[in-house]
């Protein structure tokens, strides 16, 4: 898998966009770019996912660069409940059975 | 939300005696998903289940099995269990979507090995 550096915290204002860089420059051809975020003592949550063009959903939106080497989770509206830490992981299509390896990821915090 | 529950939701239990956890889902997901959680280790693979009567091995399997009968269950057992198995555990199904694969989580068991 390729691999991921994410910054280790980032602070944001309620109400206002949190942008989360993620580099993956060895990413390849094959590889999907996935989100999930993790709240204090639940379990991780996705978030969304995609392979070269962006993508939306109801809780964000992921932005990655043409060259894929890079991407950027926007939460369009950060609220207090969106404080969690962030992850990126880059994953092959088609490998149901695999694992997940979740990295250091970004503590986002919201700000009232 | 996929609809997966785990229990218990904590337990307290001594050195060497097995302990069950177990993860139901409700919408036939055939994959299926144990991870431990430790700090400074992150999320590790443990065991995981491609159907019934079908599991392999994750990353960090020993002094674990578990069992998958039917669909909607899917059992993780400490055979003896030791104070280096104290963790929060999640259970994860896996759901396809657009040749990509998604995974939800449970709630998660905090489990303490005294």
């Known amino acids: 898998d390729a691999k991921t550096t994410q910054p280790p915290s980032m602070d944001c204002a309620e109400g206002r966009a949190a942008n989360l860089p993620c580099n993956h420059s060895?990413?390849?051809?094959?590889?999907?770019v996935y989100w999930y975020r993790q709240i204090h003592s639940q379990g991780p949550q996705y978030i969304i996912h995609?392979?070269?063009n962006n993508e939306t959903n109801e809780m964000a939106s992921l932005i990655i660069t043409e060259d894929r080497k890079s991407s950027t989770l926007i939460l369009p509206h950060a609220t207090l409940r969106d404080t969690a830490v962030y992850y990126c992981i880059v994953r092959v299509s088609g490998t149901s059975g695999s694992r997940l390896t979740f990295g250091e990821g970004t503590q986002l915090t919201v700000n009232p | 939300d996929a609809g997966i529950t785990q229990s218990p939701r904590h337990k307290v239990t001594e050195t060497g005696t097995p302990v069950t956890l177990r993860c139901h889902q409700t919408?036939?997901?055939?994959?299926m998903y144990w991870y431990r959680q430790d700090p400074g280790h992150g999320l590790r693979l443990i065991h995981y289940s491609y159907g019934v009567k079908d599991t392999d091995k994750g990353e960090v399997s020993d002094g674990y099995s578990v069992s998958r009968s039917k669909t909607e269950d899917f059992l993780l057992t400490l055979e003896s269990a030791t104070s280096s198995q104290t963790s929060v555990y999640f259970c994860?199904?896996?759901?396809?979507?657009?040749?990509?694969?998604?995974?939800?989580f449970g709630p998660g068991t905090r489990l303490t090995v005294t």
């Open positions: 919408e036939n997901h055939r994959y």
């Open positions: 995609g392979l070269k």
């Open positions: 060895t990413i390849s051809g094959n590889e999907y």
């Open positions: 994860a199904i896996s759901l396809r979507t657009s040749g990509s694969y998604e995974q939800y």
